[in-house]
């Protein structure tokens, strides 16, 4: 089994360039998930999709876009990077987010760099 | 809204020693808890969660974590870790309204031979 899978796993973009980054599962999970990790601050949602077609933002949404291409899809887009963009993202998928009871799986991350 | 702090950033332990790592929560409805482990260069792997019932719940790799819903916390206990604990240790909450986890800063296990 896959679970998530995330591409690509590493990336360093000039500050102004833009970039997606892909998010799949096989899980046939409704809800999927963006976060970025920074030491010392955790995971911060960035977007979340509950179900196909739908998308909202998460604590840090400034300067991403996200499209939910289908339910097994689900990609972010920086459109012009910025160093403060440096991090590593993780891509998340959950059975069911209604009840708030179910676990994420998460994928492997990609670290991106802006310089 | 939510949140969660997890008091130690980092927690240094002899191998064979028992640890406990520190997670408390706030939210003004019922939550649901989980831990996650991230080894390094790695995703997230839940550890194990807490959604009701007893308050003493065993994960996997020989954890468990005790809910104490007066102190609103939810710490993450092993009575004696080996060098391959060595990782970063999140805490996670969920509540019913919401529909994604947020995460503590995570705390750091470095276990030392």
């Known amino acids: 089994n896959a679970g998530v899978t995330q591409t690509p796993k590493f990336q360093v973009l000039k500050t102004g360039q833009s970039m997606t980054l892909q998010c799949a599962q096989d899980?046939?999970?409704?809800?999927m998930y963006w976060y970025r990790q920074d030491p010392g601050m955790g995971l911060r949602l960035i977007y979340y999709?509950?179900?196909?077609?739908?998308?909202d933002k998460g604590e840090v949404p400034n300067g991403y876009n996200v499209s939910r291409l289908n339910k097994r899809e689900f990609s972010l887009r920086l459109e012009s990077a910025a160093p403060s963009q440096t991090s590593v993202y993780f891509c998340?998928?959950?059975?069911?987010?209604?009840?708030?009871?179910?676990?994420?799986?998460f994928g492997q991350g990609t670290r991106l760099t802006v310089v | 809204a939510q949140s969660v702090t997890q008091l130690d950033s980092q927690v240094p332990v002899f191998e064979e020693a028992p640890v406990e790592l520190r997670c408390n929560y706030s939210?003004?409805?019922?939550?649901?808890l989980f831990w996650y482990v991230q080894y390094p260069n790695q995703g997230l792997q839940l550890l194990l969660k807490?959604?009701?019932?007893?308050?003493l719940v065993k994960g996997i790799n020989g954890f468990e974590a005790e809910f104490n819903k007066s102190q609103t916390s939810f710490h993450l206990r092993k009575p004696s870790v080996h060098i391959s604990d060595t990782a970063e240790y999140f805490c996670?909450?969920?509540?019913?309204?919401?529909?994604?986890?947020?995460f503590g800063s995570g705390t750091r296990l470095q276990v030392q031979p």
């Open positions: 998340a998928s959950r059975l069911d987010s209604w009840e708030g009871q179910t676990p994420a799986f």
């Open positions: 899980m046939n999970h409704n809800s």
């Open positions: 999709s509950a179900s196909e077609g739908t998308t």
């Open positions: 939210s003004s409805v019922s939550v649901y």
């Open positions: 807490y959604l009701s019932g007893s308050t």
């Open positions: 996670a909450v969920a509540d019913t309204g919401r529909r994604a986890l947020t």
